[in-house]
C-alpha cells in the first residue's frame, strides 16, 4: 500500500445503543479539583498553515498533562475516582494491561492515592516504558502475549482476586469503567476548543482501540449534533482494526503479533462501544506507516519558521505528519479526499511527547 491510505465513509446519525452518557460537567469539575490540573497548551502553527496554504493549523500538547508526558491521566483519574466514589473502600488494587501510558497513568492515580497498581504489558515492551510504570511503585508483569490476549489475561487475573480492573476497552460485563475512561477524555477536546476562537473545520484523532477518539467524538456529537468538523481516524498500517472494521462494517480483529513504532495505536480490537460512535461520525479513516509519525516527530522539534518548538512521541506525532505528509504531496488526491483547503481549520492532538 501507499504510505497512507484512506477510506471514506458516509456519515448517518449515531443510535446511541450502549446509553452514553453526557457527564461532561462532571467530568471537567473532577479534573479541575485535582491539585495537578492545568490546561494544556494549545499551538497555533501558523507559519506552517501558511506554508502549506490552509486557514489554521492547532496542536493540543498532552505531554504537559499531570507531568506523566502523555493524555491517558484524564481517562484512568476519571474512572478511578468514580469506583472509588463508588465503592468506598479505603484499600483498592488496580489492575491493567498497558503498551506504556495508560499503565503509567494508572500506577500515577494509584500511587497518589495510597492505593496499589498491578500493570500487565504484552510481549516486545521497551524497558524504558516498564520504567516509567515501576517508578510510581506498581508492580509490572510483561508476558509473552500480545496486547489484545495481555487485556484478557488481566482482566482474568483481576477477577480472580477480586481487584478492580481498569481498561480503556470493553468487555463483556465490563463497560462502566471502560465508558468513564471515555468521558475521562473529553476534558482535552472542550479545552481545545475554549482555546480556540473559531470552530475547527478539521478534527484528526489517531486510535488504538478508539477509546479516546469514542470520548472526543462523543463531547463533539453532544455540542454538534451533525453539524460536525471533518473527523479523520487515524491508525498504524500494521494494526488497523478500526479502519478494517469500517471496511467490513463489522468489528474485525487484527491477530498475531504486529509491530508498530507507534505503541500507543498497537491494538488489534477496537473498542466495541466506541466502534459504533465512529463509524457513524467520521469522515474517513485513514491507516498509515512509521514514516509519517517519525515525520510529525521531526516537525514538532523542527518547526517552521516562527512556529513553536515541542516534544511530540511516537504516538502522539502522527496527526501532523499526516498532514504535513498530505499537504505537501504533489499528488493532491489525498488533499481532495480530506477536503483540505485554504478554509480549513485544522485541528490534532499530540497525545504523548517524546520518551527519553
Known sequence: MDIIEILQNVKQDYQNNYGLKNCFEDVYNYHKSMADYECTPLHSLDCMAEKYNVKKLYVKDESMRFGLNAFKGLGVSYAVHKIMEKYQKEKCTFVSCTDGNHGKA??????????????????????????????????????????????????????????????????????????????????????????????????????????????????????????????????????????????????????????????????????????????????????????????????????????????SGESGAVGLGLIEEVLQNPNKMWKEQLKLNKESVILLFSTEGRLS
Not at 195 to 218: D, R
Request: hydrophobic share 40%; glycine share 8%.
Open 106 to 311: 494508572l500506577a500515577w492515580i494509584a500511587w497518589k492515592s495510597g492505593q496499589k497498581a498491578v500493570i500487565f504489558m504484552p510481549k516486545g515492551s521497551e524497558e524504558r516504558r516498564v520504567h516509567a510504570i515501576r517508578q510510581y511503585q506498581a508492580e509490572v508483569f510483561v508476558t509473552d502475549m500480545n496486547y489484545d490476549d495481555t487485556v484478557r489475561y488481566a482482566a482474568k487475573f483481576a477477577k480472580e482476586k477480586g481487584l478492580f480492573f481498569v481498561q480503556d476497552t470493553a468487555l463483556p460485563g465490563y463497560e462502566e469503567v471502560s465508558e468513564n475512561i471515555m468521558y475521562g477524555y473529553s476534558t482535552m477536546i472542550r479545552e481545545a476548543l475554549e482555546q480556540m476562537n473559531e470552530k475547527p473545520t478539521h478534527i484528526f484523532l489517531q486510535a488504538g482501540v478508539g477509546s479516546m477518539a469514542g470520548g472526543v467524538v462523543w463531547y463533539l456529537y453532544e455540542k454538534y449534533g451533525m453539524d460536525l468538523p471533518f473527523i479523520g481516524i487515524i491508525e498504524s498500517e500494521a494494526v488497523p482494526c478500526i479502519f478494517q472494521s469500517a471496511k467490513e462494517n463489522r468489528l474485525i480483529s487484527i491477530g498475531g503479533e504486529p509491530h508498530t513504532i507507534m505503541a500507543g495505536l498497537n491494538c488489534g480490537e477496537a473498542n466495541y462501544i466506541s466502534f459504533p460512535l465512529l463509524k457513524s461520525l467520521s469522515a474517513c479513516f485513514i491507516q498509515c506507516n512509521d514514516q509519517i509519525t517519525l515525520k510529525g516527530m521531526y516537525r514538532g522539534e523542527n518547526p517552521i519558521g516562527a512556529d513553536i518548538s515541542f516534544s
